[in-house]
T-cell receptor
Framework: AQKITQTQPGMFVQEKEAVTLDCTYD???????LFWYKQPSSGEMIFLIY??????QNATEGRYSLNFQKARKSANLVISASQLGDSAMYFC??????????????FGTGTQLKVEL | ETGVTQSPTHLIKTRGQQVTLRCSSQ?????VSWYQQALGQGPQFIFQ???????GRGNFPPRFSGLQFPNYSSELNVNALELDDSALYLC?????????????FGNGTRLTVT
């Protein structure tokens, strides 16, 4: 089974509107962390937001928020007030066994977001 | 600006050759990892180094090897290049003492094997 599933290969949103990018995950580890990264066409991976499996509240970072539904194993990214500069590929990723640290992230296949005027 | 720099930015090699990619981690980050991102896919974990020792590896053959140096720099070496090795190679660093901290990625090296 896929550990990270992003079912939306491409999304369009009007400037200034909100958009939700879907992510579901699969793990049997009780300790895990979920990340969202943005990758513009230049290739760099830009960290957006993090949610820990034991966090009680949904993470927020400026215009980004994470809709974490643990029982459904989903961690959707919500971008409010979309801007043209938000056009990029977005990846959901998971780190399992976070108590031991480590740099192994499992990534989804990504969602290409295009913001239109 | 993540503080992680990679060189070169682009590279073209011929099948069968060897290549070395370089990464300079963010100062103080003692854990570095390398990822391979094929076109249209998410990054795949190759391996990670902690205090100059490999301590985790993904599903990549031994011809992918690495080194980490005391000055936070690291290398990814790939021997006997194959056409399927064409990809964007990303280096990432973090503080191992902060397990919830995000990985900071460099801009990547785009390798083309012909």
């Amino acid at each position: 089974a896929q550990k990270i599933t992003q079912t939306q290969p491409g999304m369009f949103v009007q400037e200034k509107e909100a958009v939700t990018l879907d992510c579901t995950y699969d793990t049997s580890d009780p300790s895990y962390g979920l990340f969202w990264y943005k990758q513009p066409s230049s290739g760099e991976m830009i960290f957006l937001i993090y949610q820990g499996s034991y966090d009680q509240q949904n993470a927020t970072e400026g215009r980004y928020s994470l809709n974490f539904q643990k029982a459904r194993k989903s961690a959707n990214l919500v971008i409010s007030a979309s801007q043209l500069g938000d056009s990029a590929m977005y990846f959901c990723a998971m780190r399992e066994g976070i108590t031991g640290g480590g740099n192994k992230l499992t990534f989804g296949t990504g969602t290409q977001l295009k913001v239109e005027l | 600006e993540t503080g992680v720099t990679q060189s070169p930015t682009h590279l073209i090699k011929t099948r069968g050759q060897q290549v070395t990619l370089r990464c300079s981690s963010q100062s103080g980050h003692n854990t570095v990892s390398w990822y391979q991102q094929a076109l249209g896919q998410g990054p795949q974990f190759i391996f990670q180094y902690y205090r100059e020792e490999e301590n985790g590896r993904g599903n990549f053959p031994p011809r992918f090897s690495g080194l980490q140096f005391p000055n936070y720099s690291s290398e990814l070496n790939v021997n006997a290049l194959e056409l399927d090795d064409s990809a964007l190679y990303l280096c990432a660093s973090s503080l191992s003492t902060e397990p919830n901290s995000p990985l900071h990625f460099g801009n990547g090296t785009r390798l083309t094997v012909t």
